[in-house]
């Protein structure tokens, strides 16, 4: 019994691991900086583009998600796998929304930096698109749905913020931003109309 409840809580500590180390990193910075009332943008962009913290967050909920799958039974390892696909996409989503608020609070609540600091932290988009990405796979489908084409959609233009932000902004930096800013808006509206409309007709 014992093992099960471990094996059980284990994705869950597994899931957590991302949120945990950036936490414990951008303090860790903070000290050395100097505590102040606000984070200070130099830190949340160290830990933003730091690609270290970002595998060892992405590939602790790869291994959760993975364990979690496995600890069903062969008869209900479809249904595992719609779940898992749905908890690692409100994993995204809260990584995410922490993200931006972290990047609100960062930039001491002024909503222009706060922009610059998301699109500037490539990491802050990366990650949640990768997890909606791995959801996808997950699926147990083997015929695209119009839903699934929006999440397609929705991982490109994610993945497209931070390549957008580069490579235009290496021109005009202005131009960069707000090409960024606009993929991340039409990301978002399209999850959460792609949402309302799967809970309209569940």
Do not use: H
């Not at 869950?12 to 991302?18: A, G, N, S, T, Y």
């Not at 690692?88 to 609070?105: D, E, H, P, R, S």
Request: aromatic content about 12%; charged content about 10%.
């Amino acid at each position: 019994m014992n093992s099960g409840k471990n094996g059980q809580d284990l994705p869950f500590v597994l899931f957590l691991v991302p949120f945990a180390v950036s936490a414990i990193y951008a303090i860790y910075l903070w000290v050395q900086t100097g505590l102040s009332a606000t984070l200070p943008s130099s830190v949340f962009l160290s830990v933003t583009e730091n690609p270290y913290v970002f595998l060892v967050g992405f590939l602790a909920v790869i291994v959760g998600a993975t364990l979690d799958i496995n600890s069903a039974g062969p008869a209900d390892r479809r249904a595992k796998l719609i779940e898992e696909s749905s908890t690692l996409q409100k994993l995204a989503v809260l990584a995410l929304a922490l993200g931006l608020i972290c990047a609100w609070y960062s930039a001491g609540f002024d909503f222009g930096t706060a922009a610059t600091n998301v699109l500037t932290g490539r990491y802050v988009v990366v990650f949640p698109a990768l997890l909606i990405l791995f959801s996808f796979l997950l699926l147990p489908s083997v015929t695209i749905k119009s839903s699934q084409v929006r999440n397609i959609v929705i991982i490109v233009l994610l993945l497209g913020v931070p390549a957008s932000v580069d490579e235009i902004g290496k021109r005009n930096f202005f131009l960069g931003m707000a090409a960024g800013i606009a993929l991340l808006g039409v990301a978002l509206f399209l999850y959460f109309t792609t949402k309302n409309r799967n809970a309209e007709s569940a």
